[in-house]
């Protein structure tokens, strides 16, 4: 479930980390009821890095495959065999 909090409610830091980690969402943080900032534990903030970085590598192979840019199966083994055993 989606966290919103004022800004006020950082003062007390060590519950806001708690409640980082407890929580599988960001929390976003409103300054004067106007969205500010968005915070989480180091673990969601890696995962979500991670993620980004598969769709940036899926996108680039879909690149690749409206270009032409592709290897038959065999090739690519020949290719994979090829660099293993040199």
Same mark, same amino acid.
């Given at each position: ?20 980690h407890s929580s ?9 009821? =106007? #969205?500010?900032?968005?915070?989480? &534990? ?6 979500? +890095?991670? *993620? ?12 690749? =495959? #409206?270009?032409?840019?592709?290897? &038959? ?6 290719? +994979?065999? *090829?660099?293993?055993?040199?």
């Amino acid at each position: 479930m989606q966290q919103i909090i004022s800004i006020q409610e950082l003062k007390n830091t060590s519950d806001m980390s708690a409640r980082c980690h407890s929580s599988d969402n960001p929390i976003f943080i409103t300054n004067n009821g =106007i #969205s500010d900032m968005v915070i989480m &534990s180091m673990k969601q903030y890696q995962d979500s +890095l991670a *993620k980004m970085d598969v769709y940036a590598q899926l996108d680039e192979a879909e690149s690749q =495959i #409206s270009c032409g840019k592709v290897l &038959s199966a065999s090739e690519s083994l020949a290719k +994979l065999r *090829k660099k293993r055993c040199v």
